[in-house]
């Protein structure tokens, strides 16, 4: 089965533009969430989404945006980018379904933001 | 809230000697423990979970952990190090109300000496 799908891999982004990341769930899962992870530090939460609603925000300013769709793909947004911006930006899927609260993590979308 | 503490960002050990990281929890309820491992330039991969269950947990390449109320730790051991277990480890907590939101702690690097 495929796991956690997340493009693209790497991008390089400008102070002030706006960036739109990708991840695909492993099949059967209905939960997405989003991390950041800076260098040198542990992930840090920015959403969570089921069924299409969001149900969980991190302390990321509204600059960061994010949606699923009814194939439970989701997206996250990120306009007016800062030079802080710049991580590794995590997707994990899990299935509520199972009550288990384990997560399945994607290879990460590597910012950078110049 | 729920918070992790990783007691040493890193530890070195020689292969074959036992490896321990150190993770303790705060939350005032229950909580969901996990530790994941990160390979360089990868996502990350679960390594075992607690989850109310029996309180030594098994995983994965040989590692297991011990969930501790009364010391509010979740240390991840292996007997024998390998060459290849070099990498970073980040312990994590989740808690009932909180589906879908991972806390991390800020990661142990993990060095294997030959």
């Known amino acids: 089965d495929a796991g956690v799908t997340q493009s693209p891999t790497h991008l390089i982004k400008t102070r002030g533009q706006q960036v739109t990341l990708r991840c695909s769930p492993i099949?059967?899962?209905?939960?997405v969430s989003w991390y950041q992870q800076v260098l040198g530090q542990g992930p840090q939460f920015i959403f969570q989404y089921y069924e299409k609603e969001e149900r969980g925000r991190g302390n990321f300013p509204d600059r960061f945006s994010a949606r699923q769709f009814p194939n439970y793909s989701s997206e996250l947004n990120v306009n007016a980018l800062l030079l802080g911006d710049s991580a590794l930006y995590l997707c994990?899927?899990?299935?509520?379904?199972?009550?288990?609260?384990?997560?399945?993590f994607g290879p990460g979308t590597r910012l950078t933001v110049t | 809230a729920q918070s992790v503490t990783q007691l040493g960002s890193h530890v070195s050990v020689s292969e074959g000697a036992l490896v321990l990281l150190r993770c303790n929890y705060s939350s005032s309820v229950p909580p969901y423990l996990f530790w994941y491992v990160q390979y360089p330039n990868q996502g990350l991969q679960l390594l075992l979970k607690?989850?109310?269950?029996?309180?030594l947990v098994k995983g994965i390449n040989g590692f297991e952990a011990e969930f501790k109320k009364s010391e509010t730790s979740f240390h991840l051991t292996k007997p024998s190090a390998h060459m290849s277990d070099a990498a970073e480890y980040f312990c994590a907590v989740s808690v009932g109300t909180s589906y879908g939101k991972l806390t991390f702690g800020q990661g142990t690097i993990l060095t294997v000496h030959p």
């Open positions: 607690y989850t109310s269950a029996a309180t």
């Open positions: 994990a899927s899990s299935s509520r379904d199972t009550n288990s609260y384990e997560q399945y």
């Open positions: 099949s059967g899962h209905k939960s």
